[in-house]
């Protein structure tokens, strides 16, 4: 896949970061998508598997933040992840296929494959391919684990597959304690493994930019996560297109 095949919403339609939210619509609700949908926008969300390997449609790996329950997903069925509210409201968390039957025909979407501790690459594309299916669902896929990246790509060379990237500062507490963790930091900062991935779009945080790797990437570029109109009109000199939450740009 070139630069002029990738699905034109990458480079032209705004991204509403986990769904259209607010106080009323939490993050990756239901309602936050139908917010998005009636917009015009395009919806970024998030996807990871909960105890029994079904997909969830939520951001952190554990529930704390965004419910009153605690713990990691990962030690939630689908069933028990589900009575879960988001944000203090009546929105619960919504499972994968709940989320294809809400948004697919109405809004393209990009997928961020959340990193998994213990889950391979082909496990988690097919689960997520085999899921989509047939849905007409115009979408791509994107992750900061690039072996998720490269084994999505692997599957579906047909569609759009982008590294997540950002030059953060970052401690060994962000990779979880591990010995390895300047070298994660490093392949995150400079999207080291792209020769081996070929992404077609980077996504890199957007108070990072401009950054000279970015600018040298010949594919789509996006930028995340932007707060404000002042801060897009600076990106879009960086960045193909803005990955935006809490005001709303021009559709």
Known sequence: MNYMDIPSFLTSTPIAHRGLHDAERPENSIAAFRAAIACGYAIETDVRFTKDKKLAVFHDGTVDRMTDASGNVSSFTAADLVTLRLGGTQERVPLFGEFLEEVAGKAPVLLEIKDMEGVRGEEIAEAIAREIGNAPLVYAVQSFQPAYVKAYKAL????????????????????????????????????????????????????????????????????????????????????????????????
Request: hydrophobic residues 40%.
């Open 156 to 251: 579906r060379p047909d569609v759009a597959c982008g590294v997540l990237a950002t030059g953060q500062k970052f401690t060994k507490a962000d990779f979880n304690g591990s010995p390895f963790w300047r070298i994660k930091a490093h392949v995150l900062k400079y999207m080291s493994l792209n020769g081996s991935v070929k992404p077609d779009f980077v996504s890199y945080r957007a108070e990072d930019l401009p950054f000279r790797k970015v600018s040298a990437f010949r594919g789509a570029k996006l930028a995340w996560t932007v707060r404000s109109e002042e801060e897009a009109a600076r990106v879009r000199a960086y960045a193909d297109n803005i990955i935006f939450e809490n005001f709303r740009p021009a559709p």
